[in-house]
């Protein structure tokens, strides 16, 4: 039996339709593959939430076969029946007024068809005319993983699009470098156990209180009575909570890291052992630390030599478990891989690595990541592969029953290369997917001025009242998490299930079945026949796994991830079953994945930003998250009138009260922050939690990127969203 493209639309609705416990296979023209078996009517089933990378597991309460309600898994290994206020409102968005239902051609109703048939005809045409390099693809970190690897393959083999990142450049983008430099992949060694069994925790531009709030709780299950460390140079919550903060100077740590080295090398606070037979590098690093003496230190950082040394004592006494934990203020800097391994580095020379309590371990942002970081066909192949190797590139083509010559050679170009190809005009077309680029991407008036002058901007996601698309040519409606099967990897490398416990609303379709109309439509689902399900394509993706050090070939399948409560890679077909193995962390035999098998320690000389601060333009912004209750640019926690509460509603700015009073700022006063790229406006907040000469605003408000720099790292290309210089006034 044969179909007419006519004929996809509702024969996808058909399987978005009841939800399903189960996907039971069967025959089909166009590789459907799935029949739906629905729920019980009123029963309870389990999914991991799909806001964070902690990746907690939920209940789902279901009345009449649909999700009513959520409640935190007391079984699952990541949250331990805890939930945060995120967690619990899940469901709220799917529910939301201006949920999109229907496609969009500038800006009127309008069927899949119509829809379909434009994108595919005018997307054709522009690459016709200018060429492939013309058109670009953002994506996210925030879709199933299926997703992810199938949107990379068609847009990189099937449709030969060249330029392709994900939101994930934002918050994880040096992470993944870092590890995948010093170790040889990128493989975060933790499991969060390592929070309970830690005598030393360090938090580094890390403020899980706020951010990772169930994390924390982890932190505060620890009966080791542990000596809590945080460096970060607002006197956040997680700070107000540690034993000991380190308020530095903004964009001071790498020195810090630096000086810490020298301390403990000096002092002898090392294990020669370990280094000796797992680390590369260490002569010449410890030699470059040297130049980095306690009063160099000192005068960069603002902490007083006692503090610094007394730091060092902490992480260099060989007889406790230390372990090290960062995130954005990391990740978002001008320098910020070069810091991540400072913190590698420091792990490695003490040997604070691969045992229970250690480790150098990256907290990662979005739920999901981890899963664009493995197989999402960016700047890299799956599975940390290299476009430029010729083997790597015929092993792909081998797994994906294609021609070795139709897997590109090159990497894409990174986010912020790809927006100043949209800047310039050499990108006429972008397809953006689950991301809101307009409010996220720093000098956003100038990238929505850019969004507004393209040929075509398509528009993928749950709401078309995002400022990106409100923007849209065409605008796809997509369903959200809980409406749709697949997995997600969280930050200790937990691949968890996600199901669909709702029906999306009206014509919305899962993101999967999206990318397989593209597919149809575009003349090339002859090249993915195989990805005819979500499973289907987590068994490509553990092909893809085989023989790497994220292999998952020994999962059985959905059902497995399921019963276990989700499973940490690697987990290979020899690997003993994984209920044996709730937690798995990496390098606890001292060997890592470089061909000698040994860690590498890297380094550079710190540099300034290249925005001090001067008589103009006095201050130093910070930007961070603002409450538990938030996420990203608030297209979800913000259809919440619980969260609603949980934050304050009008945007505000801290201020120090010296600077505060030499300003005439009162508290609660309006102020206006200026930069050298926008203006602002907050409820001002005196408070001590920031230093003279800093400011800080949560990251939610869309203001806050008219203000932030275009200032990025040399080796992930990630944005330093941290730091940038303004003015405030009163108004």
Known sequence: MKFSLDDLVPIFRQFEGPLTSELVRKPGDFGLGQVPVRFKPDATTTTVCGFCSTGCGLKVHLRDGSAVNLSPDTEYPVNLGMACPKGWEALTPLDAPDRGTVPLLSGQPASWHDAMSSFASRLREIQRVHGPESVAVLSTGQIVTEEMCFLGALARIGLGIPNIDSNTRQCMATSHVAYKQSFGFDAPPFTYADFEQSDVLVFIGANPCIAHP???????????????????????????????HYSIAPKSDLTLLYG???????????????????????????????????????????????????????????????????????????????????????????????????????????CNAMGSRLFAHATGLPCNRDYGSPADRAEIASIYGVPAESIPQSGSPAYDQIIDGVKTGRIKALWVIATNS???????????????????????????TTETARLAHIYFPAAGWGEKDGTF?????RIGLVKKVRRAPGEALSDFNILRLVSEYCGVADQFREWSSPEAVFRIMQRLSKGR??????????????????????????????SHHRERRLFGDGHFFHPDGKARILFSSPREPSEPTDAGFPFVLLTGRGSSAQWHTGSRTGKSAILAKMHPSRPYVEIHPEDAHVLGILHGGAVEIVSRRGMATACACVTTIVQPGSVFMPMHDAQVNTLTAPEYDPHSRQPSYKYCAVQVRPV
């Open 549 to 578: 050090p994220c292999d998952i070939t020994g999962i059985a399948g959905y059902a497995q991830l399921d019963t276990d409560g989700g499973i940490q890679w690697p987990y290979a077909k020899d690997d003993k079953p994984a």
């Open 214 to 244: 169930i994390l924390w709780q982890r932190v505060l299950r620890n009966r080791r009575s542990p000596e809590i460390l945080v460096v970060d140079p607002r006197r956040t919550e997680t700070a107000m909570a540690a034993s000991r």
């Open 438 to 464: 307009a409010h996220s991407w720093g000098t956003s008036e100038d990238l929505q001025r850019a969004l507004a002058g393209l040929e075509l901007l398509v528009v993928q996601d749950m709401y078309p």
């Open 489 to 493: 990897i969280n930050s200790e490398r």
């Open 260 to 366: 810490l080295a020298n301390i403990l090398i000096s002092s002898g606070w090392i294990d020669r052992e370990f280094i000796a037979q797992s680390v590369s590098g260490f002569p010449e690093f410890a030699e470059f630390v040297r130049a980095f003496t306690t009063d160099r230190v000192c005068a960069a950082t603002g902490l007083d030599a006692e503090a610094l040394w007394q730091f060092a004592q902490l992480v260099g006494d060989r007889s406790k478990r230390v372990s090290w934990w960062w995130t954005m203020g990391v990740n978002q800097s001008h320098e910020s891989t070069r810091t991540a391994q400072a913190i590698i580095a420091l792990a490695l020379i003490t040997g604070q690595i691969g045992k229970p309590g250690t480790g150098a371990n990256s907290i990662t942002g979005q």
